[in-house]
């Protein structure tokens, strides 16, 4: 299995520019997390689905981001307009059911630079 | 806001010596996690303890887990330099749906 596939690993755009973060969770997991991970404020949960659907959104910094998972195999995490204060390491994540006892499987990240 | 908190921030130490990091949490939880994550990569699963467990071993790593003082610990024995890391604890949120991490124990083994 090559396990959770983000792209890009990196980019760099010019703020107010349109910026779209891509995630292949591994087959068979239902459960897919975007994460924002930053020296200040560590590791914050920005949105998560079960079997392709948002249950929790409440980690989004604003309207101006949003995810979509139109598959199980596929998901986005756009920010439009993007600001500088936006930069950070975006990682996805996937997972099994909870009953499997299985923890989350990470992708490498998407480090992002806003100037 | 983070659930688990974990102590301390930054740890050193030789070789051969072993590590212990420390986590607290707030809420009641179904289990506690612990990840790994190496510079610039992603974080990676290394165990699982639930709540009825108190405690788990996996080769090297030995954790406990004590629900009445809402608090954990991670044990790595014998380091080695590959331990360099940033260690994470992880309890899942209140609506028991996903992990909120702590910010970490940032470990350095010397060789």
């Known amino acids: 299995d090559a396990g959770v596939i983000q792209s890009p690993r990196h980019e760099v755009t010019e703020m107010g520019q349109e910026v779209t973060l891509r995630c292949k969770p591994i087959?068979?997991?239902?459960?897919l997390f975007w994460y924002r991970q930053t020296m200040m404020r560590g590791l914050e949960l920005l949105i998560y689905?079960?079997?392709?659907?948002?249950?929790?959104d409440s980690g989004m910094p604003e309207d101006r981001f949003s995810a979509k998972m139109p598959n199980a195999s596929f998901s986005t995490l756009k920010i439009q307009p993007s600001e500088p204060r936006d930069s950070a390491v975006y990682f996805c994540?996937?997972?099994?059911?909870?009953?499997?006892?299985?923890?989350?499987?990470f992708g490498s990240g998407t480090r992002l630079t806003i100037v | 806001s983070q659930q688990g908190e974990e102590d301390p921030q930054a740890l050193s130490i030789q070789e051969g010596e072993n590590a212990t990091m420390n986590c607290s949490y707030k809420?009641?939880?179904?289990?506690l996690q612990w990840y790994r994550q190496n510079s610039g990569r992603g974080l990676v699963h290394l165990i699982l303890?639930?709540?009825?467990?108190r405690e788990k071993h996996s080769g090297r790593l030995r954790v406990t887990l004590d629900t009445s003082k809402k608090s954990s610990s991670l044990l790595i024995t014998a380091s080695r330099a590959a331990d360099t890391a940033s260690y994470f604890c992880?309890?899942?949120?209140?609506?028991?749906?996903?992990?909120?991490f702590g910010k970490g124990t940032t470990l350095s083994v010397s060789s």
């Open positions: 087959s068979g997991h239902n459960s």
């Open positions: 994540a996937s997972s099994p059911p909870p009953e499997t006892g299985l923890g989350y499987t």
């Open positions: 303890i639930r709540s009825n467990e």
């Open positions: 689905f079960n079997n392709n659907v948002p249950i929790d």
């Open positions: 809420t009641s939880i179904n289990n």
């Open positions: 992880a309890t899942v949120n209140q609506a028991g749906t996903a992990l909120i």
